[in-house]
């Protein structure tokens, strides 16, 4: 089970941090990564974590603002998003795949998703 939260309003320029909470079954996957759904558009991937934290990747209009982070000890992975702009605007969701992947496909566990609401 995936837990997220952490989304809200904020103005153009501004932070949130997300966080993604596993627990039972997927309480250690080997990749968390999040995903994100505008109004009316299909859901994209923004940013994924492998392993131990080794590795990551980020969708390309993401890089440099946003960081994707693991604490294996909490079975959490947050997703620092700083200089926001209304285009980040929608719906976050982290998911959890056994392998390595930012293929939404491979990822078989989801959480509930958290709103992020970026104002101009």
């Known amino acids: 089970q995936l837990q997220a939260s952490g989304g809200g309003l904020v103005q153009a320029g501004g932070s949130l941090r997300l966080s993604c909470t596993a627990s039972?079954?997927?309480?250690?996957?080997?990749?968390v990564g999040w995903f994100r759904q505008a109004p009316g558009k299909e859901r994209e991937f923004a940013a994924a974590i492998g392993g131990s934290g080794g590795r990551t990747d980020y969708e390309d209009s993401v890089k440099g603002r946003f960081t994707i982070s693991r604490d294996t000890a909490k079975n959490t992975v947050y997703l620092q998003m700083n200089s926001l702009k209304p285009e980040d605007t929608a719906v976050y969701y982290c998911a959890a795949s056994l392998n390595w992947s930012t293929r939404e496909a491979e990822f078989r566990y989801w959480g509930q998703g958290t709103l992020v609401t970026v104002s101009s």
């Open positions: 039972g079954r997927t309480s250690r996957p080997n990749t």
